[in-house]
């Protein structure tokens, strides 16, 4: 297992409602990406954080947003919940942002209701 | 923007068996790392096997092994005497060296390793 942990693991939501997933990064890794994988897909990159900064976005809307806290580990918030955001949301934390292995947590499966 | 192919949705072999999964990729860029990451319903996404682009020789880890062809843009991950364990979903994954360190991965394909 990676040092990436994520919480909670499952999380069922309503319609409109907002969601917080949190992802503690592997010790030493300053680096935090979050991807969203719908089922029977691959992972679409949602954002990075580096050393606490948004280093870059996908095709993702505002309601997407994210943070990054001093000792490295990041939030996901989502606004105003849709059906279509029910999916499995997956952190990597990575050193640095120059092609280094990044390790995966084991995701949060997000039911929209 | 850069596009990652596997049009291999499902595949199944028997056990000790060798398998082999296809990628296919598109970018301008000359100098990026390609991937392949295991995802078993623990759900958590593992690396497989990694390779750089600008290195000739194709990368090589225990039972699985890549032919990486940069000019045909192919990247095929070749597992032999396949394990149970090696039953999962397979993502092929592009990582450009510029701006984020964003993956763009594949749509997977089923691996089935039957005993």
């Known amino acids: 297992e990676t040092g990436v942990t994520q919480s909670p693991t499952h999380l069922i939501k309503t319609r409109g409602q907002q969601v917080t997933l949190r992802c503690s990064s592997q010790s030493g890794h300053n680096t935090v990406s979050w991807y969203q994988q719908a089922l029977g897909q691959g992972p679409q990159f949602i954002f990075q954080y580096y050393r606490e900064e948004e280093n870059g976005r996908g095709n993702f809307p505002p309601r997407f947003s994210g943070l990054q806290f001093p000792n490295y580990s990041s939030e996901l918030n989502v606004n105003a919940l849709l059906l279509g955001d029910s999916a499995l949301y997956l952190c990597?934390?990575?050193f640095g942002t120059g092609g280094t292995e990044a390790f995966f947590g084991q995701g949060t499966r997000l039911t929209v209701v | 923007a850069q596009t990652v192919t596997q049009s291999q949705p499902e595949m199944s072999v028997q056990e000790a068996e060798t398998v082999t999964l296809s990628c296919t990729y598109d970018t301008s860029e000359s100098n990026y790392y390609l991937f392949w990451y295991k995802q078993p319903p623990s759900r958590q996404m593992i690396l497989v096997i990694r390779q750089e682009a600008y290195k000739q020789q194709n990368a090589t880890e225990n039972r699985f092994s890549v032919n990486f062809q940069k000019a045909a843009k192919s990247f095929s991950l070749k597992i032999s005497d396949s394990q149970l364990g090696d039953t999962a979903m397979y993502f092929c994954?592009?990582?450009?060296?510029?701006?984020?360190?964003?993956?763009?991965f594949g749509q997977g394909t089923r691996l089935t390793i039957n005993p």
């Open positions: 994954a592009f990582l450009s060296i510029q701006g984020a360190q964003k993956l763009v």
């Open positions: 990597a934390s990575s």
